[in-house]
């Protein structure tokens, strides 16, 4: 039976690519000059750094441009609250999301089933398999999760027939 799972997965390749060229950026640029502004990263979490809030502001601006140009989804990061270090200096810690999380695959499993395609959705771990007799009805289960699931951006692999 053919199927496929759903998934969202960052290419890290790319993610650390665009981390790299921000940093470089950073050190080039006049206004940065002297500054303590950079990025790290460990696994799946980005820390930017900043003197103060406005310039903890370019830091972001400058990694957005950066992703965008590398083709990474601005959807996939999700910034927490700035925290202070010492004086006005900031960080702010930025979670790269891997995986669905369970309410999210839940709403898919719904919309699925909500639309009475001959697809079965169900729940595996941190992704959604979806199966069915014909690959016409898979295919319109794709177009239909690519309109309507925006919070996240969403892979489609592992096509079995």
Known sequence: MPSFDVVCKPNM?????AIDQ??????NRFDFKG????????????????????????VRDVLA????????????????????????????????????EQVLAKKIVAMVKERKLKVTASI??????????KKDALQECIALL???VTELPLTFENFRE
């Open 13 to 17: 390749v790319e993610v650390r690519n």
């Open 22 to 27: 921000a940093n470089k950026e950073i050190a």
């Open 35 to 58: 500054s303590d502004a950079r990025f790290e990263q460990k696994e799946f979490e980005l820390t930017a750094y900043g003197d103060d809030e406005f310039k903890l502001g370019q």
């Open 65 to 100: 441009t950066k992703m965008a140009k590398r083709g990474v989804d601005a959807r996939l990061f999700e910034y927490e609250k700035p925290e202070k270090i010492s004086g006005d200096k900031l960080k702010q810690p930025i979670k790269i999301k891997n995986g669905i």
């Open 124 to 133: 595996q771990g941190d992704a959604v398999r979806i199966s069915g007799a």
């Open 146 to 148: 690519r309109a309507q």
